[in-house]
């Protein structure tokens, strides 16, 4: 449970009898001083959660605003021997993307291991794909078999 104020019954004190006053429930009613708070905030979730054919929807736009604006490259394949920082920048600066999201269809160890450490750069496999993520970045880099999962999904 999180933090909320002390409301009238959470309070210890105050009995009716043996004070020589005159009868109050509590002098930790919320009238007194020091006594509870009457209507004090709780913690809330305000979490929502789209439907997910919005999600689906939202997707399908933002993928083809990427499409129209040309800012989409498709790879027959991105593979790397061993995991090496310095390759992966090759190959992004032979395609000329300094800012881009690295999409495969599988969990690729090098790939992600050779791509994480680059600025601006962000691998991904396509079962991860999200509307954020190919927004926030210029080029969308993926190879054709997480473009077929991709279409998979959407093929549903």
């Known amino acids: 449970m999180a933090a909320s104020p002390g409301a009238k019954n959470s309070f210890w004190g105050g009995g009716q009898k043996g004070t020589g006053r005159a009868r109050h429930g509590t002098i930790r ?5 020091g006594g509870g708070i009457v209507f004090g905030p709780h913690p809330r979730n305000y979490s929502y959660s789209l439907p997910k054919k919005v999600r ?5 736009s933002a993928l ?3 499409v129209n604006s040309g800012d989409i490259l498709v790879l027959d394949e ?11 920048v090759r190959i992004l600066n032979s395609l000329k993307v300094d800012d881009a ?3 495969t269809a599988d969990k690729d160890d090098s790939v ?15 079962t991860g ?3 954020y993520d190919i927004l926030a970045y210029d080029k969308l880099v993926m190879t054709r078999d997480a473009v077929a999962r991709v279409e998979e999904v959407f093929a549903q």
């Open 112 to 126: 992600e291991k050779s791509a994480r450490n680059i600025p601006n750069i962000k691998p991904l496999i396509a």
């Open 64 to 66: 083809s605003v990427k």
């Open 29 to 33: 009613s919320p009238i007194w001083r």
């Open 78 to 88: 991105l593979k790397l021997e061993q995991p090496k920082t310095k390759d992966m």
């Open 129 to 131: 794909l999200n509307v």
């Open 101 to 103: 999201l690295l999409v």
């Open 56 to 60: 689906r929807l939202a997707l399908k």
